[in-house]
């Protein structure tokens, strides 16, 4: 079996590397691959990719190279993990936002919208690339925002699932609040990538016991404070929101945050210097604890689990994924991209059935996939008025003088990753 890593010289691919190693049983890699165009960078996480192998004896053989189309070329599945403009474009997503009172942040509102322009692009001629090499493969999309990301995967008809790791940290903690296995724990997860709530918990399986209520009624606060919202909110919801739901629950006192202490952009650049400086040791042969910080807690396993599941039929029976809508969600259009506990074999993924949604949760799904579907043309037709719209329609924009604001910062400082600029 061959895996390509697009996007291999990130920091995060270590975390990557250490579940592929720990789980070589559940998923067994002869080849993996690592491509990046940032040769240094790739060589220093190379390099520590192939200590760890070897350290944790997988028989395994990693290949770094910048040559996307001799990477992908045989893969059975390609790991799509980039970030067109790296963390400087990162740190503009966080910063011009706030300029006009909005929240500044990498995968919603404005700035997640200029990494939508930015990325759905390149993703689409990565994408293209890997069906001509090889039309069987499967593309798993970790990057960011995933939910649009993925949708233009899908739409271009590529065989594509996106992922992310919101699900497998709440189930891992529920977990160990219950102090139970993390595969007892089955989550009513519902929504769309970064905009989702846990409506049950169950324990054993889809139609086991849900012990929501009990979790809020014992370890409420915990999961609250973990979330930086107020206990009452979680009572009120009688559901657990993503951390993200924060920058709609509390826009304003996000953005009063924002203004007050560096953006976390210039916290990960930090980091990223840190830990390349690690990675080039050649004693370290595990990864470094830094990495814990520099997010993504349980990627790894959440990518071996889908990988093996699509790949070989084994893994967890269901997943957290993002994938077509196709009526679970009668709220929403079939086309829409949503994130949900599914059934995932070898022909990809099948949403579980959702009990009725909330309309305090369907209004705002719906309209957060209203701005989906605008973003998705701004990135594919581009143009300052498709901008607008997509801004203007966003929750935590609506208003006509930010998306007017907001649209000639977007342009200024994306302008070099916008053909039609």
């Known amino acids: 079996?061959?895996?390509?890593?697009?996007?291999?010289?990130s920091t995060y691919t270590p975390e990557l590397i250490d579940g592929f190693a720990r789980l070589r049983d559940t998923l067994p890699i002869e080849e993996l691959v690592l491509v990046d165009p940032a040769l240094e960078r790739l060589d220093l996480v190379g390099g520590l990719a192939r200590r760890?192998?070897?350290?944790?004896g997988?028989?395994?053989?990693?290949t770094v190279t910048d040559d996307l189309d001799a990477g992908v070329a045989d893969a059975d599945?390609?790991?799509l993990q980039l970030r067109v403009g790296g963390q400087a474009a990162r740190e503009q997503d966080e910063t011009w936002p706030l300029e006009c009172g909005c929240v500044g942040q990498e995968t919603t509102g404005a700035g997640g919208l200029a990494?939508?322009?930015r990325t759905v692009p390149v993703v689409l001629d990565i994408a293209e690339r890997v069906r001509r090499a090889n039309p069987h493969a499967w593309i798993i999309d970790f990057t960011n925002p995933v939910g649009i990301v993925t949708r233009a995967l899908l739409q271009a008809g590529h065989k594509a699932v996106g992922l992310c790791n919101v699900a497998i940290g709440f189930q891992r903690k529920f977990a160990a609040l219950l102090d139970v296995p993390a595969a007892d724990i089955h989550l009513d997860h519902v929504g769309l990538n970064h905009l989702t709530w846990e409506t049950g918990v169950r324990l054993g399986g889809p139609e086991g016991k849900d012990v929501l209520p009990d979790l809020l009624a014992h370890h409420g606060e915990t999961i609250a404070t973990d979330l930086h919202l107020p206990p009452a909110l979680l009572n009120h919801l009688g559901a657990v929101p993503s951390y993200y739901l924060r920058y709609f629950y509390a826009h304003d006192e996000v953005v009063r945050e924002l203004t007050t202490k560096p953006s976390r952009a210039a916290e990960v650049a930090q980091m990223e210097r840190e830990l390349l400086k690690m990675y080039g040791d050649p004693q370290l042969d595990e990864k470094p604890e830094l990495l814990a910080k520099r997010g993504g807690a349980y990627y790894s396993e959440a990518a071996v689990d889908l990988a093996a599941a699509l790949l070989t039929g084994t893994g967890s029976p269901y997943q957290v994924v993002n994938t077509y809508n196709n009526g679970t969600l009668p709220f929403l259009p079939d086309d829409a991209v949503i994130e949900v506990q599914a059934a995932v074999g070898h022909s990809g993924p099948t949403p579980l059935p959702v009990a009725p949604v909330d309309p305090l949760y369907a209004g705002l799904t719906a309209a957060v996939t209203t701005y989906e579907d605008l973003a998705l043309e701004a990135a594919l037709r581009g143009g300052r008025d498709r901008v607008f719209r997509a801004l203007l329609s966003h929750p935590l924009i609506g208003q006509y003088e930010y998306a007017e604001a907001l649209t000639d910062r977007l342009i200024a400082h994306n302008r070099?990753?916008?053909a039609w600029a």
């Open 115 to 117: 990494k939508a322009l």
């Open 58 to 62: 997988h028989p395994g053989r990693i």
């Open 416 to 418: 070099e990753h916008l």
């Open 52 to 56: 760890i192998f070897a350290k944790q």
């Open 1 to 9: 079996m061959k895996l390509t890593v697009v996007g291999g010289g």
């Open 77 to 79: 599945a390609v790991l």
